[in-house]
């Protein structure tokens, strides 16, 4: 009797064309998980490698229906849906991973704000504001945050006087979108704790990373922090736990901390999808954040977060003046230099400040992995010479 053919995996719509996206197309391929990419335009970095795709716009709500049919669930690359847009996907009968009553908390700031406050999770003072005389009644210092839209410092100003204050307000009127006020927070450094959540409830939490932070964009992470004190790391993976479980998100969801100087952790922002916070999972961890949240859309059981390595070190490659940055020009000296380093390039063009990659280096000694990550980063940026070590 013939061996019986299993059923065909279930297709996952991606909606946006970025990094993330194209970051998931190797793991599904090994899990022999189709992919349908709804991306913003010919060409862009997961379009590249995910041949299923449609080029739309996902604000419009037929255009999704279109990419989706036939799908067995949707996830995403960035947050931007509109939360009604994903309702009527629901209600058609599609699994929405994460949920639209989930990623409302990562799509607007001040609904975020009040449930996490609700639930008792440590955040920063906040209030929503609708002038700069209700930004002087909350006090200065204070950073003002557009409540929906912002990434990568885009949408934050940090304020000290009434005068600082008119660029965030002008912004407000020019979208539409409310500004909320935080207090600006005395803090040490910035970590982030990410964790994968299935619909059945599982849950795997990676160890809590440092970041660094330069004019709002990612620079580098190490994982796990240095010298973070072990009972504020189990705080910060407690936190996310519980976020993901209180709010219901299935997928990754990376939490974005402030460690304070006087040693509490304060919730920044939250994040639903693969993170850049978590770009080092994909050489220096048992599962990949990519990996797993494939895993935990389609409810299959999760891989380990462990660390394959006492240390991971992921700097990003941000683009420079086009006349100097490498990239593929980089390969030999960075690869040869060093045959452990794992690089990552997302087929996008070079511009100044933009992602355009990252370098993880692994193993024993952290200043070690530090050198390797930071010189192969700047090779392929241009900012070093051209002379070989």
Same mark, same amino acid.
């Given at each position: $009797? +013939?061996?019986? @053919?299993? =059923?065909?995996? =279930?297709?996952?719509?991606v909606i946006g064309g970025g990094q993330l996206a194209r970051m998931m197309a190797q793991p599904a391929v090994a899990l022999g998980v189709p992919l349908r990419l709804l991306a913003e335009a010919e060409g862009v970095s997961a379009a590249q490698v995910i041949g299923d795709h449609v080029v739309g716009d996902y604000r419009d709500l037929d255009v999704l229906r279109d990419v989706v049919r036939g799908c067995g669930v949707v996830t995403f690359d960035h947050e931007h849906v509109p939360t009604g847009h994903l309702h009527a996907l629901e209600s058609d009968g599609l699994a929405v991973r994460p949920g639209p009553e989930a990623l409302v908390h990562a799509q607007d700031k001040a609904v975020m704000r009040e449930r996490l406050s609700a639930l008792g999770m440590p955040? =920063?003072?906040?209030?929503?504001?609708a002038s700069i005389a209700d930004v002087e009644a909350f006090g200065f210092p204070a950073v003002l945050k557009t409540t929906r839209g912002g990434y990568d410092g885009k949408g934050v100003w940090v304020v000290r006087a009434a005068a600082d204050c008119a660029d965030a307000f002008s912004a407000a009127e020019r979208t !539409? /979108?409310?500004? *909320?006020?935080?207090? *600006? /927070?005395?803090?040490?450094?910035?970590?982030s704790a990410l964790v994968a959540r299935s619909p059945s409830g599982q849950a795997a939490a990676y160890p809590v990373v440092a970041s660094t932070q330069v004019d709002g964009v990612c620079r580098e992470v190490v994982a796990p922090a240095p &010298? *973070?004190?072990p009972?504020?790391?189990a705080t910060a993976q407690h936190v996310a736990l519980t976020i993901a479980g209180e709010l219901d998100v299935t997928g990754i969801l990376a939490v974005e901390l402030f460690e304070t100087t006087d040693g509490r952790v304060l919730v920044n922002e939250l994040a639903m999808r693969p993170h850049n916070t978590g770009h080092w999972t994909q050489d220096g961890a048992v599962t990949s954040q990519f990996e797993n949240h494939l895993r935990a859309v389609l409810d299959l059981p999760l891989g380990s977060p462990a660390?394959?390595? +006492?240390? @991971? /070190? $992921?700097v990003n490659i941000l683009g420079g003046p086009e006349d100097t940055g490498r990239l593929y020009d980089g390969y030999p000296h960075a690869l040869a230099r060093d045959p452990h380093l794992r690089v990552h390039l997302y087929g996008k063009a070079l511009r100044p400040g933009?992602?355009? !990659?990252?370098?993880?280096?692994? !193993?024993? &000694?952290?200043?070690?992995?530090l050198e390797r990550a930071r010189h192969a980063a700047a090779w392929f940026r241009g900012d070093l010479g051209d002379e070989s070590e």
């Open positions: $009797m +013939p061996a019986q @053919t299993s =059923p065909a995996a =279930p297709t996952v719509a955040c =920063p003072r906040h209030a929503v504001v !539409g /979108v409310a500004i *909320l006020a935080e207090e *600006l /927070v005395d803090f040490r450094r910035e970590l &010298d *973070l004190d009972a504020l790391a660390p394959r390595a +006492p240390w @991971t /070190v $992921m933009r992602k355009v !990659g990252h370098v993880n280096a692994y !193993g024993e &000694d952290l200043d070690d992995c």
